[in-house]
């Protein structure tokens, strides 16, 4: 017994000073074995070989660079004539009830609501209900951007106040040219939209008749836009008397149907032009008989001569 107890105590000062091997069955790396023996009693599974398949994700969206970012409070009667630009623009609406034409369609938004335009989207925003709308505007370039089934976004509070202090980072960003702070922005913002975006829908459409006899011209000179056509063509067109056309389209786009066709014509062309179509070919495709007034004509619109814009 006095053997024994004095045998455990050197047995255990020996482990403890790592000054014995414990030897586990040898593993030969060079047979093909399904069983692998790690340790005693324990053992891993061998997996069959596959090869490699990384999957390339491309990154959407994708931020590339800031224009810039508004907050402005509008007077109860402010009415902008509109515009479209070849950039992404958010516009959140803080409080107040702004009218918004885009595109086609008008739309009524309230505190808490966004709407994002796409680049090259005539749009125009305006007070509605007698409010003084506060609207902050984040306009962007980005090469990829999500789909979605609505244009409205109804971001919760949490995602409000996010955007609220994005538009100020990146408006200070902006202004001191601090580019590590314009990219950490771009990441916040890339992730805001991927989550506002989820339950975006067209809530906040407006549907009134005059709205909808807009949606219908402008789906006309759309439907038309390789012709000439006269206010009075689109008129009898869209099956209406031209005084109006003209009231409606005043009222919802800021500007006559002639000039507002027109203008359309050259965003059309610029898009051409950037696929790399040849300037006598887009202005003869728009309905130009002369390429020298079609450049005239674009570069009074656009700010440069249809050359620049060639892909």
Known sequence: MFFYRNAKKVLHFFLSCGMIMIAYPKVDINKETDLIYLKKDIYYKKTAWEPLTDEIIPRCPDITSFHF??????????????EAHPFFELVYVLSGTAGITAGEKVYSLNAGQCLLHPPNEFHRIRSEKGTEPHVLNLSFHASSMPECDGRILAPDLQLQEEFLEISIAVRDGLRSSNLPQLNEQRLRLERWLLHAMKNASEVGVTESSGALRYAEIVSVLQEHINEQLSAADIARLCRMSLSNLKKIF????????????????????????????????????LGFADQNYFSTVFRRIMGEPPGHYRG
């Open 250 to 285: 005043t009222k919802y786009a800021g500007m006559g149907v002639s000039r507002y066709f027109t203008e359309m014509k050259m965003r059309r062309a610029a898009e051409l032009l950037r696929g790399g179509r040849r300037v006598g070919e887009v202005a003869t495709e």
């Open 69 to 82: 970012s508004l907050d402005r409070i509008f007077g109860d009667r402010y009415d902008f004539s509109g």
